[in-house]
């Protein structure tokens, strides 16, 4: 009986020996996905500063972006489409001079990039747009597949109402 005891404690401190030598190299993949993710998601951002590029080319064709909150523009949108076409278009068609996006902060855990930033414009009618954001990315592959955005909906909404889409 004393032969048996040593043998599973024996075995339990080989699994457990084995669990803590894996443990660091399951903590390094998730370092590395953390790391890369914000690798991307920073050059997206770099790319929208300098006018060459935007978050929005990480976009998976079947994307979800949610925005929260109460803005005219609120939703769930199910594809990258949809959410270009019934957000990102229109508003864009209201701006002079696009967003440029100034970061605040960026942070990473697991698969999800949660980016702080502000960004300003011009609308077409010459007055300021500027806004606050706090956008929730999930990755996959170096694409976002889903995304959560917050912002001022007082400021989004008065800029929808105030300035006519033109083509």
């Known amino acids: 009986m004393e032969m048996t005891s040593f043998h599973t404690l024996l075995a339990v401190a080989a699994a457990s020996l084995a669990m803590a030598a894996l ?26 500063a300098a006018g060459t590029g935007s ?17 005219l523009a609120s939703k769930t949108y199910d594809s990258r489409e949809a959410f270009i076409g019934e957000v990102i278009r229109p508003f864009n068609a209201r701006m002079s001079v696009g967003l440029k ?20 414009g011009t609308a077409k009618d010459s007055i300021s747009y500027a806004n606050t954001y706090a956008w929730f990315l999930e ?27 033109t083509q």
């Open 139 to 165: 990755l996959r592959d170096g694409k976002v597949t889903h995304a959560s955005a917050f912002f001022d909906s007082i400021a989004f909404n008065e800029l929808w109402r105030r300035v006519p889409v």
């Open 55 to 71: 978050p929005y080319d990480l976009l998976a064709d079947d994307a979800t972006w949610t925005i929260t909150g109460n803005s």
């Open 101 to 120: 996006p100034t970061l605040r902060q960026m942070y990473a855990d697991g698969d999800t990039v949660i980016v702080f930033f502000d960004a300003s």
């Open 23 to 48: 443990a660091p190299a399951a903590q390094a993949q998730t370092t590395g996905d953390e790391v890369g993710n914000k690798a991307v998601v920073q050059r997206a951002f770099d790319a929208w």
